[in-house]
């Protein structure tokens, strides 16, 4: 037979005041370690997660930009846009070493900017005028194993279809782009015409010119096979962070 009546009393209720309150204050010290050991996991797990822009998961992002544009407080963050995060250190880090086939290189100059004019020789006439260049950056590559320098450029256009109709032009007129020299480095003196190789490719929306001189920027009409080799090298590179975009 169930009498219903008072329910019977805890062992909790049974032990004196102050080892009930001593039970209590285990109980809620318990409580307040496990939820630290939450927290501890989970800043663990933010830490190790890949985040835009590492080039190695779990060891950070490389790139002095940030992945997303700040937000107000109480509003979500934005990814930054193609044209935000479009800069030199972004895709050419300069912490990074830079190889293809036999060709070792690191990086010495980075610079960029809106204006394609910016890169041109001639800041008064506009080689891209009405191709929708949107701009640019630009990296010397150093060999570690040579003396050769590889001034990297790239342009960046509206779509697939304004690089296209854009390429033509920029080979025609390579020369007349800027050479990205190395810090400290200054330019040959007037008359001299160094001994070089270009390439220049269209990559997705993009068109990178490559030029690669020697670092005492010695004079000659035609490329040796370092250069050569280096330009192409060089051309790999510059174009790889573009391929699939």
């Known amino acids: 037979m169930t009498i219903q009546g008072d329910a019977p009393t805890g062992a909790a209720e049974d032990l004196p005041v102050t080892r009930h309150r001593a039970v209590g204050e285990r109980r809620r010290l318990a409580v307040m370690w496990s939820v630290v050991a939450v927290l501890a ?20 992002p490389t790139s002095t930009l940030p992945a997303t544009v700040t937000a107000a407080p109480g509003q979500v963050a934005k990814p930054l ?27 010495t100059a980075a610079r960029d900017g ?19 260049c949107q701009g640019w950056l630009g990296v010397a590559l150093t060999r570690s194993d040579q003396p050769v320098i590889s001034s990297v450029t790239v342009l960046r256009f509206a ?11 920029v080979h025609d007129h390579a020369a007349e782009f800027e050479f990205t020299f190395p810090d400290g480095l200054v330019a040959p003196a007037a008359g001299v015409r160094p001994m070089a190789a270009t390439r220049v490719e269209l990559v997705s929306h993009y068109i990178t010119l490559i030029v690669s001189r020697y670092a005492d ?8 096979e370092l250069l050569a080799t280096s330009a192409r090298s060089a051309a790999a590179i510059g174009g790889q962070p573009f391929m699939w975009m």
């Open 81 to 107: 846009t193609e044209a935000q995060s479009f800069g030199a250190e972004r895709y050419f880090p300069g912490q990074r070493s830079y190889e293809s086939d036999q060709f070792k290189a690191h990086r």
């Open 159 to 169: 779509d697939a279809g304004a690089a296209a109709r854009a390429l033509q032009a």
């Open 114 to 132: 809106t204006d394609c004019q910016g890169v041109q020789n001639d800041k008064t006439h506009n080689l891209l005028d009405k191709l929708d």
């Open 41 to 60: 996991a989970g800043g663990a797990w933010v830490v190790s997660t890949p985040h835009p822009g590492d080039i190695l998961p779990g060891l950070g």
């Open 217 to 224: 920027q010695r004079p000659g009409d035609a490329p040796d």
